[in-house]
């Protein structure tokens, strides 16, 4: 079966640090990966889009600068989310999808939970 | 502006059902999708519909409504184990083909 494999589970970073997360597909080819952040309120926020291949997509709101993303291949995406602060806490989810396939399923990982101190 | 709009809370008892409803405004429309999460997990795909109408599969359906903007989920022979918050995610015209999440409806289903 498909599945996505995300660490860490939970993090915990000082204010002003990084942190980065990856998420790992296996059982199918991650042409797409979209990197999700769930608000304690349960919002949940498009950070950005990621195609192999092609050019990172984000939403308002978020930047490159700000949540830098690696896409390098149809098995392994990574995001950071650098100088963490309290506004950034959350769940952070990927969810990948295989255009060759189920273009239309997204595949989710297990989340990174944040904790900015 | 685009979302995705779905009722907070539901509440159920055992055996009968509950219907889950999402409206959506987006620049375009490229498809509706449901989904599960457990407290704690990660959502998990349940049913995607493109095309007016019912589908049925099995212990639960789908229904859309393109020019109602308009979808709902219904769930049948509710059991304890189906509590959980369901996600109604539309994808919409804009180059890409990410999804836009609701907040989600958490049921709850008692004995």
């Known amino acids: 079966g498909a599945l996505v494999y995300q660490y860490p589970r939970r993090t915990i970073c000082k204010s002003g640090t990084s942190m980065r997360m990856e998420c790992q597909a296996v059982?199918?080819?991650?042409?797409?990966v979209a990197w999700y952040r769930q608000s304690p309120q349960k919002t949940f926020e498009l950070i950005a889009l990621s195609t192999v291949n092609s050019a990172i997509k984000y939403e308002q709101n978020f930047t490159q600068e700000k949540f830098p993303i690696s896409h390098p291949n149809l098995s392994f995406s990574s995001m950071t989310v650098l100088n963490a602060y309290l506004e950034d806490r959350g769940l952070y989810l990927c969810g990948a999808s295989d255009w060759g396939s189920s273009a239309e399923t997204l595949y989710f990982g297990s989340g990174t939970r944040l904790t900015v101190l | 502006g685009q979302g995705v709009e779905q009722p907070d809370n539901l509440m159920s008892v055992e055996g009968t059902f509950a219907r889950v409803n999402c409206t959506y405004s987006t620049s375009g429309f490229n498809g509706l999708s449901w989904y599960q999460q457990r407290e704690g997990h990660a959502p998990v795909f349940l049913s995607y519909?493109?095309?007016?109408g019912l589908k049925d599969s099995g212990h639960f359906s789908t229904f859309l409504s393109r020019s109602n903007g308009y979808s709902y989920l219904l769930l049948t022979e509710l059991q304890i184990k189906d509590s959980a918050s369901y996600l109604c995610a539309v994808r919409a015209y804009q180059g890409g083909r990410a999804l836009i999440f609701g907040t989600g409806t958490t049921v709850s289903v008692s004995p």
């Open positions: 519909v493109v095309l007016d």
């Open positions: 059982g199918f080819q991650a042409t797409s």
